[in-house]
């Protein structure tokens, strides 16, 4: 069954540094998606991405968030200067049209220190 | 602005139970509601998805229904076994493609 697949798994980073999450969709959806959720809260929406452009973002998608679609395969999320309150799991999704097929990745724990 | 809970926030059940997971929405306006597992530290695998067009969806064990006119949803699990043991959560969409997710129920399964 086809997967999403994130790397890595785990990230550890200083406060202040920039990280790129990686994300490979499913290879025919066309829509791309962030979440986060920090321990014990709720799964968060931050972006979704459509035909090369965000399409939706959420409060949270802040300016030091930014997304990228780089070569067609991959689907990064970037965070330029990270701070504790950053640290979570960060979850990519991708889906076929519109909700159909919606899969999520097994996530990346961003630990900020 | 639409909003997700779920009770029970967590459940423990001996072995064999059938149980109801809960969840309430309140704007009924949804395009589809799906239900999620989530293992410790792990990610989120889609169990049943109901369009909102439908009462109701099953697989093996798990049935979901929908009554969107009141805001609620319930999850079904027949015969739990420990192999059951995580965090269901449910997460509603309604016009664009994103996910509100509840806080989920927290279920143990005792052997």
């Known amino acids: 069954e086809p997967e999403v697949t994130q790397t890595p798994s785990h990230q550890v980073t200083q406060m202040g540094q920039e990280v790129i999450l990686r994300c490979v969709p499913i290879s025919n959806h066309l829509y791309f998606y962030w979440y986060r959720q920090i321990l014990g809260q709720k799964v968060e929406f931050l972006v979704s991405f459509y035909n090369n452009e965000i399409s939706e973002k959420s409060e949270i998608f802040d300016d030091q968030f930014s997304v990228e679609r780089p070569d067609g395969s991959n689907f990064t999320l970037k965070i330029r200067s990270t701070k504790l309150e950053d640290s979570a799991m960060y979850f990519c999704a991708s889906s076929d049209l519109g909700t159909y097929g919606y899969t999520f990745g097994s996530g990346t724990r961003l630990t900020v220190v | 602005k639409q909003e997700v809970t779920q009770i029970p926030a967590a459940l423990s059940v001996p072995e064999g139970e059938n149980l109801v997971l809960n969840c309430s929405f309140t704007?009924?306006?949804?395009?589809?509601l799906q239900w999620f597992r989530q293992d410790p530290g792990k990610g989120l695998t889609s169990l049943l998805l109901?369009?909102?067009?439908?009462r109701e969806q099953t697989s093996g064990r798990l049935n979901a229904s929908l009554d969107k006119s009141s805001g609620r949803s319930t999850l079904y699990i027949a015969a739990s076994q420990p192999g059951d043991s995580a965090t269901y959560l449910c997460a509603v969409t309604a016009g664009t493609y994103k996910y509100i997710f509840g806080t989920g129920t927290r279920l143990k399964v005792l052997a």
């Open positions: 109901i369009q909102s067009s439908q």
């Open positions: 704007d009924s306006a949804i395009y589809n």
